[in-house]
Every structure is written in structure tokens, then in C-alpha cells.
């Protein structure tokens, strides 16, 4: 059967999949509500197409903290990608290469930052957990940095590990043939057995729960890479970020993993991008899967976005081949909204190509009886 969309990786990543894998990937904190939310919120926004516009040339390209990239959409750190493929993010980096874009490799991979520089050339971000030991911490961004990464995305929502129900029952931990690559000769990339989650467990001895904003400009005196902080939902946190130092900001709400029942990260995009005051870009991960999202997502001010789950479910599915088919199908999906909108290129994309449900009530989507 051909695949016709992003969404159908999911399916085939289940089957293929042990489930204590699976159910990984796939799963939200408790009772899931924010894992919904982050897709039903996309449906609530709705198109101000405008007709009669030339669109026989389209522009995609955008520029990533001054890297130039084919399109707004870019790979979010996805952990242990090696449990979905032998190749793991060595075929994810080369798929993110080949679709001219950017991958953000996790802290919590099973390639290291030398390995995935090794694949070839392609702009890298690193997506960096704090560490109760700052050596490690220091270490390790020295290590991107040498291995030609161009920007940290600095994960802020996690001083402890949000309750996955599905990662307890399973008792999930990383199968034995893989470890942690970049901890590796630290003794902290083995995660062991727990009697519940062998993450969360890992997560509360090893991570810094003390992680404050001082923290933000310490990193910046140990790096010259550029600082994006993942994680921000509120304005008032947007603000700090831009006081911090901070080159962007990732509104993210950890593929609804962390704490359940924060908004959708569509829903908190435009507080986030007011308080930003165009200051530093803002960009948007979480239930991003057509390209109608993406158009939203800018319309509503995103810079750009980051997909997780798409690529570690395609990546299960078929490897490298099938993490380029979502890029490519993203793309295509992307570039036909913006035809069909009447914009040619991301400047032309704006608030006014979009309604949403908590725009203005002579405006609403459902008239009231």
C-alpha cells in the first residue's frame, strides 16, 4: 500500500515494533490529554485563502540563526533512535541532509555528535541535558561544538522526567545491544532496570533539578554557539528568555510528554510571539504532521517547526528512505498550502491567511444559535 501522508507511519511502526519501543515513542505523560490536544488544536485553525495570485514560482527557504535551509520544517531530537532502526540517527541525519535541512540530534542518542558528524555535511543543532556533573555538561558541548554542531537547543522542561503510564508497565529501559553513545566513557550511558520506568529513574540521578536561568548565561560562557531554550509556553517565559540571552526559543511542550494538560504548543505560540517582540525567533515543535500545520504554525508567527514522532515512526517503518519520504511529502503538503493560500513565499505568509477559534467572536467558526 502507498504511503500518501505522515500520519500512516504509525501504524506500520506499531507492527513492526517491540512494544515496550512503540509505546515509547508514541506514548504522553498520564492521561494523555496534551498528547490529543497538540493535533485536535491544528484543527481549530482555519484558512483566509486568497485567489487570484500568481503562484507559478514558490519560495520555501528560509535562514535558521543566519543557516540557510530548503524549507521552515527541521527534525527534532527524538532519543534512542537506534531502537526504531539498526542506522538510527545516522540515517536520520543523512535524510535531513539530503532535504537540505536541519536535525537536532538528542542529548540521549544512540549515535554519538563524532558519529553523526561523520555521515557528512549538514547543518546540526544539539539538543543538550543539564547534568547534576557540569564537566559532563561542558564535555559534551565542547564535543558538538568540535564536531561542527551550530547551536544548542537547551531542554528547560525537564528537572524531572514527566509519568509516562506505558514506559512504567513496560518497565521500559534502552535494549541491551545500544547505550547512551554520548555518555558513553562516563559510566552514565548504561540505564538500568527499574521496578518502574528505567528513564525516569536514570532521569532523577542524573539530571540537574537546580536548572535555573543563571544556568542559560553560564552555558553562554562555555560555548560561542548560538543558545536556543526548548521548552518556553508562557510569555512571561518568553521574556526571561530574551533577558537570558537566549538566540531563540522552541516552543515546545515535550511532545506532550512532560506535564499533561499544558496547551497545545499552537495554542501558546502567539503569547510566546508577543512577548518575544521579534527580538529572537520563536519556533514550534509538538503535533505538527501535514503541511497545512506548518502554514499555521507561521501564520501564527513560528519561524519554523521541528517534527519528532513522524521521523522515528518513518524511520521504523522503512530507515532512512522513509524519514526523506516525510520530509519530502511535508514539503510538497507545505508548498501546496502556500499555493493554494496565495503566498509565494514564507514573508508573505501572515496572520490574516488564518482564523482560529479564539479570534474575535463576530469572527467564530461556529455561529452562535
Same mark, same amino acid.
Given at each position: ?7 500512516? #507511519? ?12 512503540? &509505546? #515509547? ?28 495570485? &500568481? ?75 543539564? #547534568? ?59 540505564? &538500568? ?8 529513574? #536514570? ?47 522552541? *516552543? ?58 513522524? *521521523? ?24 501546496l498550502t502556500m499555493a493554494l493560500s496565495g503566498c509565494t513565499s514564507l514573508k508573505e505568509i501572515t496572520r490574516n491567511h488564518i482564523i482560529t477559534d479564539w ?11
Amino acid at each position: 500500500m502507498e504511503i500518501t501522508n505522515v500520519n500512516e #507511519y504509525e501504524a506500520i511502526a506499531k507492527e513492526k515494533l517491540p512494544k515496550m519501543v512503540f &509505546d #515509547y515513542y508514541a506514548s504522553g505523560a498520564e492521561d494523555q490529554w496534551t498528547l490529543q490536544e497538540n493535533r485536535n488544536a491544528f484543527s481549530r485553525i482555519l484558512f483566509r485563502p486568497r485567489i487570484l495570485i &500568481d503562484v507559478s514560482k514558490i519560495d520555501m527557504t528560509t535562514t535558521v540563526l543566519g543557516f540557510k535551509i530548503s524549507m521552515p520544517i527541521m527534525v527534532a531530537p527524538t532519543a534512542m533512535q537506534k531502537m526504531a532502526h539498526p542506522e538510527g540517527e545516522y540515517a536520520t541525519a543523512r535524510a535531513a541532509s539530503a532535504a537540505g535541512t536541519i536535525m537536532t540530534l538528542s542529548s540521549w542518542a544512540t549515535s554519538s555528535v563524532e558519529e553523526v558528524a561523520s555521515t557528512g555535511p549538514g547543518i546540526r543543532f544539539f539538543q543538550l541535558y543539564v #547534568y547534576k556533573d557540569r564537566n559532563v555538561v561542558a564535555q559534551l558541548v565542547r564535543r558538538a561544538e568540535r564536531a561542527g554542531f551550530k547551536a544548542i537547543a537547551l531542554t528547560v522542561d525537564t528537572p524531572r522526567l514527566g509519568r509516562r503510564e506505558s514506559d512504567i508497565k513496560n518497565r521500559f529501559t534502552l535494549p541491551p545491544n545500544l547505550t547512551l553513545k554520548n555518555f558513553e566513557g562516563l559510566d552514565l550511558g548504561k540505564m &538500568d532496570e527499574a521496578n518502574d520506568s528505567g528513564l525516569a529513574s #536514570y532521569v532523577a540521578g542524573q539530571i540537574d533539578r537546580t536548572l535555573s536561568w543563571k544556568d542559560v548565561q553560564w552555558l553562554q560562557t562555555i560555548t560561542k554557539l548560538p543558545i536556543l531554550v526548548k521548552g518556553v509556553l508562557t510569555a512571561e517565559d518568553a521574556r526571561m528568555a530574551v533577558q537570558a540571552g537566549a538566540a531563540g526559543i522552541i *516552543v515546545s511542550n515535550h511532545g506532550a510528554r512532560q506535564l499533561d494538560y499544558v496547551p497545545a504548543t499552537i495554542i501558546a505560540l502567539e503569547e510566546v510571539v508577543k512577548a518575544a517582540q521579534g527580538k529572537i525567533p520563536v519556533f514550534l515543535d509538538g503535533g505538527v504532521r501535514r503541511g497545512t500545520d506548518v502554514f499555521k504554525a507561521l501564520a501564527l508567527g513560528a519561524s519554523g517547526i521541528f517534527i519528532g514522532r513522524p *521521523v522515528v515512526f518513518s524511520l521504523a517503518a522503512e530507515g532512512e528512505a522513509g524519514v526523506r519520504k516525510v520530509l519530502q511529502m511535508m514539503r510538497e503538503e507545505f508548498e501546496l498550502t502556500m499555493a493554494l493560500s496565495g503566498c509565494t513565499s514564507l514573508k508573505e505568509i501572515t496572520r490574516n491567511h488564518i482564523i482560529t477559534d479564539w479570534d474575535a467572536p463576530q469572527a467564530r467558526l461556529v455561529p452562535k444559535l
